[in-house]
């Protein structure tokens, strides 16, 4: 299950896909919801990256938005609301009539899901506040760790072999508080633009991976994170050309909201 940070950054290859629906279905299917996911199998794709957030009861829910309005029609925001009240707001109708009625769904849920058919997970932990950036670090490696648990002691296991998941955030104390209770789990440090303390903050984190905004990379860049031995992930992608452009300076692999102009080969092996 454990993810050894130095074969990674010596191997040849990386380990996980190389083009992943950005939160579950991109523009596509309602974001960070089932639906989205089972989008993102339709094209193909064997990677998704989605978002976690804590309720109100602290268990651990898929939201990129702590206040609603966007997504979510209905009053307040993620801390107004327990787990089982997320689960019966509608999470689809806003983006179109089709999706009407699509709930809100827990991370225990959308892992069953993936794993269930063989999709890999970047799990961005996003806490709802800075306050609660420790907490929600600690609740989601907690789950995840005990969610891989299970699977791994053949209890209600679809796909024991499924590749254990990768954690990002832009919060520091977040990945920090998640490398404490699931020091196994592979963790990429989520930057906007690659600044000054960028590689003291990827070894604090004991990171695999930089991933940062594609639009503040440029080739310089690029070389310096791959020479350091990190992983580099690149958001949110949706012009072809650009993503051949910045594969060229070595990216490894980008999110992407448009799934429909990365179709991906359906029976292809494992990572993509």
């Given at each position: ?19 992943i629906a950005h939160r579950g279905g991109g523009t596509l299917a309602p974001e960070n919801t089932l639906a989205g ?39 307040g925001g993620i801390g107004d609301y327990s787990s089982h009240a997320l689960s019966a707001l509608d999470a689809g ?58 699977r791994q002691a053949g209890r209600d296991a679809p796909r024991i072999d499924a590749v254990p998941p990768l954690f ?105």
């Amino acid at each position: 299950m454990g993810t050894d940070s130095n074969i990674f950054r010596t191997a040849e290859r990386w380990p996980y896909p190389r083009q992943i629906a950005h939160r579950g279905g991109g523009t596509l299917a309602p974001e960070n919801t089932l639906a989205g996911m089972r989008c993102g199998l339709a094209y193909g794709f064997r990677g998704v990256e989605f978002d976690v957030m804590l309720a109100q009861d602290g268990v651990p829910v898929l939201m990129h938005d702590p206040q609603f309005g966007r997504t979510i029609r209905a009053p307040g925001g993620i801390g107004d609301y327990s787990s089982h009240a997320l689960s019966a707001l509608d999470a689809g109708s806003w983006l179109s009539e089709q999706f009407r009625g699509e709930p809100v769904c827990t991370l225990t849920e959308a892992m069953q899901f993936c794993v269930a058919n063989g999709l890999w997970m970047n799990i961005e932990i996003k806490p709802s506040t800075p306050e609660t950036a420790a907490d929600t670090g600690a609740a989601v490696a907690a789950g995840v760790r005990r969610f891989f648990a299970q699977r791994q002691a053949g209890r209600d296991a679809p796909r024991i072999d499924a590749v254990p998941p990768l954690f990002s955030s832009f919060s520091f104390d977040a990945l920090r508080a998640a490398q404490a209770v699931a020091p196994e789990i592979a963790r990429g440090w989520l930057i906007d633009t690659i600044a000054e303390g960028w590689l003291a903050s990827l070894r604090a984190l004991d990171a695999v991976a930089l991933h940062t905004n594609h639009l503040h990379l440029n080739a310089v860049l690029a070389a310096q994170v791959k020479q350091a031995g990190y992983g580099l992930l690149c958001y949110t992608v949706n012009d072809p050309a650009r993503a051949r452009k910045i594969e060229s300076w070595g990216v490894d692999a980008f999110c992407t909201d448009r799934l429909d102009l990365f179709p991906q080969p359906r029976r292809a092996a494992y990572p993509l």
